[in-house]
């Protein structure tokens, strides 16, 4: 895991930074690192942007007592996953990392409102998006059989056109990263889930 050092070294300066302490704790890969506006879509969360670029849920469970478990959290959105899948792992190795991560959340902060945002379908990666539909439905499966305070976000079924393929104008030209409409969708979606579960504590 050496490879992310500078981005987990930075991201713990970042913290030390900090004048206010955050609510709502955003973690994962690039698309959330990438998310320039993310501080004022989730205004009202009192958020902060603890994504590091190339992450993995590997990753996210390895880092998480360097990067997550130093802030007073009140609740945390999660989105990794697709990078696992792009190095070769399979749909159910990812699972495992997911409830490794979940043990580590809830062992630091206990049952504080927790959201794992599905896996993107993407241009670039169509040739796995059968391994992502499966990695989805096995979290998602889990978090209804848990049914506490772990929700799934659904982000996979809004981001595919009439025919069933990644809508293309949410991407940049890489066709992996989102762009501006595909981030307005993301906000929509997500916000809208977060302000279910909100409550005085969280501001």
Not at 110 to 138: H, Q, T
Request: aromatic residues 16%; glycine residues 6%.
């Amino acid at each position: 895991m050496y490879w992310y050092e500078e981005e987990v070294k930075g991201l713990e300066k970042k913290r030390l930074q900090l004048i206010d302490q955050p609510s709502t704790l955003f973690y994962g890969s690039s698309t959330i690192r990438l998310w320039d506006t993310l501080y004022d879509d989730f205004k009202l969360f009192k958020p902060t942007n603890l994504g590091f670029g190339g992450s993995t849920l590997a990753a996210c469970s390895w880092f998480f007592n360097r990067i997550v478990a130093p802030f007073d959290a009140k609740s945390i959105v999660i989105y990794a996953g697709d990078n696992d899948l792009g190095d070769g792992r399979h749909p159910e190795e990812i699972f495992i990392f997911f409830e490794q991560l979940s043990h580590q959340i809830a062992a630091r902060y206990g049952e504080i409102p927790c959201y794992f945002v599905s896996i993107k379908p993407s241009i670039a990666r169509l040739d796995l998006i059968n391994s992502l539909k499966y990695a989805n439905n096995i979290i998602e499966n889990e978090i209804v059989k848990w049914d506490n305070n772990w929700k799934f976000i659904n982000i996979f079924n809004k981001m595919l056109n009439k025919n069933g393929y990644p809508e293309k104008e949410y991407f940049q030209p890489d066709g992996l990263h989102l762009n501006i409409k595909g981030y307005a969708l993301w906000k929509q979606v997500i916000y809208a889930r977060l302000l279910e579960n909100f409550h005085a504590e969280l501001i």
